[in-house]
């Protein structure tokens, strides 16, 4: 991303995409407030590629998978943050209904794809299928087999209609994970993030490094390859995940007319009602000051 351009295009088009067999453990480390500044240009960055999409009419589709605990919803958060919701959307999908199960695979997600000047970021997606239920089962060898012939099909056809998709694999080491899931098991404001699969995650470390590596395989093609996130780091993985993503989707800043707030007009009839008849919220706290 060229901070001092207005122009924004893709530095990957055309590379090679080689990944480690194993997980990258990350040892670099960014001081609070360095990381603070650079989030906040990045912010900025978010909020020009957003006006870019919306003008353009742009659809794009982000998808976020890597190990339970790698870092996946903080750096979503920080994308979707500084952005309108009416834009940017999240899709979370649950554990899939009968009724979804009796569906052709990908129906479920395909409903969640974004219409012309949309950001859809899939905090998990039809990945799933190569993960979490290959290795726990909840899906037949034959399916799993067929996800694989059609997976490559089905991104196509999203891309010729237009879709600029990006997948991102976040890579958290064995041990980094285990504090994660400790901090969770202790911290009462993360304990729901701590799900029955998440534990037995830990003993099936390497199904699901199989499995990843089979999903690399079948599925990191040049037109749709898989970008790897280094993700020890909390902090670097959110500043360099969204670095990229800025990269991916050539954007220009768009000029803006000057603003000016007009003064507040005034309405001599107009009275207002007695305060004491309107409910309020208690003041617990402003008299702890």
């Known amino acids: 991303m060229g901070k001092n351009s207005d122009k924004h295009h893709s530095k990957h088009e055309g590379r090679e995409h080689n990944h480690d067999d194993s997980e990258i453990m990350d040892h670099h480390k960014i001081k609070d407030e360095d990381y603070l500044e650079e989030l906040r240009k990045l912010e900025i960055e978010l909020i020009k590629l957003q006006e870019w999409v919306v003008v353009k009419q742009l659809k794009v589709v982000v998808l976020f998978e890597g190990r339970d605990a790698a870092g996946k919803g903080g750096v979503i958060k920080r994308i979707s943050g500084p952005l309108n919701p009416r834009t940017c959307r999240i899709a979370a999908l649950g554990t899939p209904t009968e009724k979804e199960k009796s569906e052709w695979y990908f129906q479920r997600y395909a409903a969640h794809l974004p219409s012309a000047g949309e950001i859809v970021l899939f905090d998990r997606s039809w990945y799933n299928r190569a993960g979490v239920e290959h290795v726990m089962g909840f899906c037949t060898d034959e399916q ?146």
């Open 144 to 289: 799993y087999i067929e996800f694989f012939e059609s997976c490559p099909e089905f991104e196509l056809m999203l891309q010729r209609s237009g879709i600029i998709l990006i997948k991102y694999w976040f890579s958290v080491s064995d041990e980094e994970q285990e504090k994660r899931f400790q901090e969770r098991i202790n911290n009462p404001t993360k304990n729901w993030k701590l799900s029955p699969m998440d534990l037995l995650s830990r003993e099936k470390w390497v199904e699901y490094s199989m499995a990843k590596d089979e999903m690399f395989k079948q599925t990191d093609t040049k037109q749709s390859p898989w970008f790897v996130v280094p993700s020890d780091n909390e902090k670097l993985a959110r500043l360099n995940c969204i670095s990229h993503l800025l990269s991916m989707v050539p954007y220009e800043t768009l000029p803006h007319d000057l603003i000016v707030l007009p003064p507040r007009k005034e309405h001599p009839s107009y009275i207002r009602p007695p305060i004491a008849s309107q409910n309020f919220v208690p003041d617990r706290y402003g008299s702890k000051g």
